[in-house]
RNA sequence: GAUUCUGUAGCUCAGCUGGUAGAGCACAUCCCUUUUAAGGAUGGGGUCCUGGGUUCGAGACCCAGCAGAAUCACCA
């Protein structure tokens, strides 16, 4: 980029880089700086009776400056927080040569770059807790303006709230806005949290293949790339699901994954191209089992995250609390539908769609068909949490069937907000009766469903070989950051959501 | 993929019925040793998303495209 191209405001910060060097300061020091305080940790602990923090050492981002002559105030943000600071220009500048406060602090440093200050902690005439500088140093230049965003009382004045802006440049969004911070931490806080709930009841956490000669698990439009020196098409996965199932069946009786899973279908407020889920299984258990435990892992989340288990989501207030109702599918139908479908055959459930003004094509088998009925009249009901149970084997092809009947599954999903947020399975370990199933998938394949699941051969091989009883659970990781950090948007908490480039 | 809305200074936004491109913050210059959304004064800064069209004249109107958002469809 020439001189030319850039903005008068980049041109001067570029011009104060140069003059740094003239005045042989290093805009980009490499040596370590040395901190010992945090600013948050300055302003929940400083009482001006204690004498505390009388010699602190503190670096970071220059976020505002107020220059009144020959003293200034400037506020630091660091990972934590902001501070302000004072700089005296005889403070700073003890002898003859003013040139730090003059030039350097009052000429060449803007908001946004980096300073390290060390001097004590005061508090000034308007009662805001100050660090009083008696040195600065120059750690790193920054040669973009940085947006300003002012609050007073809670009010934002200047936020930077355009979406596409804060998406494509999240560096910046981190910085303006400390709320998408938050954010941020709270999502890790409950991938901990979920870790140490797992790894306190001794199961294993695993990684297993992203690139999969076949794409397993579950049924969507897969990635395809391709890998050179074998010379085959490769697919990015779906789920991790049938590979975690394989280590049951190799021994391990409890593993789980934060897999980032890839699926190639549409993107809207709920989904990325690329997410996260949690699966879990765990061998001996069956799915009510795995309902005791999946409520008690919820509970537990919102209670390490928030501190309680009462959410509000939009509109909505929540609440986490243990036991979560439990509603059988077909019974969620009859309430909402008044209608018992029960037993229905293929042509009696598309006549119940035609009647409930659900639209029907004829590549749609029963468990489908089902599927719709429930999406559409039941789920959006279902705004407290709630687990769905004995979903229709059609729908399942990976889930043990009922054992009180062949038409039903051991499954359940956990319902919040009208969306799904876990799935969980008795899984099937029958590897007749999963072979099947998958063959029932290739001819709802051959019919059109593009979703329809592929074959895989050495799953069956695998559970041949005998996989034990296993419950598996499956956590959209993502909604449930979205629950609990109360963000209407996947792409609020996902740090780099896919976008389409730039230009 | 469909529909609707949006795109103007670094950021947030005005811009009338089509008639010389605006404000606040930021930036620059000068003054100021306890200010806080904010010290005061003065000043500079624009591919009005892109390309066509209508018009004497387009930031505005029309067409096409690009990018984004919301809703819907599919999916978690």
Request: with cysteine; net charge negative.
């Amino acid at each position: 980029m020439s001189q030319l191209e850039l903005s008068e405001q980049e041109q001067f910060r570029r011009k104060a880089l140069e003059e740094l060097r003239k005045a042989g300061i290093d805009p980009y020091p490499a040596a370590e700086f040395v901190t010992n305080v945090s600013t948050t940790e300055i302003k929940e602990n400083f009482k001006p009776e204690k004498k505390k923090y009388q010699d602190v050492s503190i670096a970071g981002r220059i976020m505002n400056r107020r220059i009144m002559g020959n003293a200034s105030f400037a506020e630091i943000q660091d990972d934590k927080g902001r501070i302000q600071i004072y700089l005296r220009r005889d403070d700073i500048c003890p002898g003859d040569d003013k040139t730090l406060y003059n030039h350097v602090f009052k000429k060449f440093l803007d908001i946004g770059d980096f300073i390290g200050v060390k001097g004590f902690v005061f508090i000034t005439q308007t009662g805001e807790i100050t660090i009083h500088a008696k040195e600065l140093t120059v750690l790193s230049k920054c040669l973009r303006p940085l947006p300003i965003v002012k609050e007073k009382d809670g009010k934002i004045y200047d936020g930077v709230t355009d979406a596409e802006f804060r998406y494509r440049q999240r560096y910046v969004d981190l910085i303006v806005n400390p709320k998408v911070k938050q954010v941020f931490v709270k999502r890790t806080r409950i991938i901990d949290s979920l870790r140490e709930f797992f790894n306190s009841r001794g199961y294993l956490e695993v990684e297993t293949p992203i690139l999969q000669p076949i794409p397993g698990g579950a049924a969507a439009r897969p990635f395809i790339t391709h890998h050179n020196a074998l010379d085959i098409p490769l697919y990015l996965r779906i789920a991790d699901e049938l590979y975690l199932k394989k280590l049951i069946v190799g021994g391990f009786d409890g593993v789980y994954e934060f897999s980032k899973d890839f699926r190639n279908e549409g993107m809207d407020r709920m989904h990325n191209p690329e997410f996260t889920v949690m699966e879990i299984y765990v061998a001996y258990k069956d799915y009510m089992w795995m309902m005791d435990f999946t409520e008690e892992m919820i509970e537990k989340v919102a209670l390490d995250i928030n501190g309680t288990t009462k959410i509000k989501y939009g509109n909505e207030e929540i609440d986490f609390k243990r036991p979560f109702a439990r509603k059988t599918m077909l019974d969620t139908i009859k309430e909402y539908t008044d209608v018992d479908i029960t037993g229905m055959d293929e042509k009696q459930l598309r006549e119940v769609c035609d009647t409930l003004g659900i639209e029907t094509d004829e590549t749609m088998g029963k468990g489908k068909l089902i599927e719709q009925i429930f999406d559409e009249k039941c789920e959006p009901h279902l705004i407290q949490p709630t687990f769905i149970m004995d979903y229709p084997v059609e729908m399942s092809p990976l889930c043990k069937k009922h054992r009180k009947d062949p038409e039903l599954t051991e499954r359940f999903e956990l319902i919040v907000n009208g969306k799904e947020l876990c799935n969980a399975y008795s899984e099937l370990n029958d590897p007749i009766d999963q072979k099947e199933r998958f063959l029932e998938q290739l001819k709802l394949s051959e019919k059109g469903d593009d979703e329809a699941m592929f074959i895989d051969q050495d799953f069956l091989r695998a559970l041949e070989y005998g996989m034990p009883p296993t419950a598996g659970l499956g956590v959209g990781i993502d909604r449930l950051t979205m629950l609990l950090t109360n963000q209407n948007s996947i792409r609020d908490v996902i740090l780099f959501p896919t976008m389409r480039p730039e230009k």
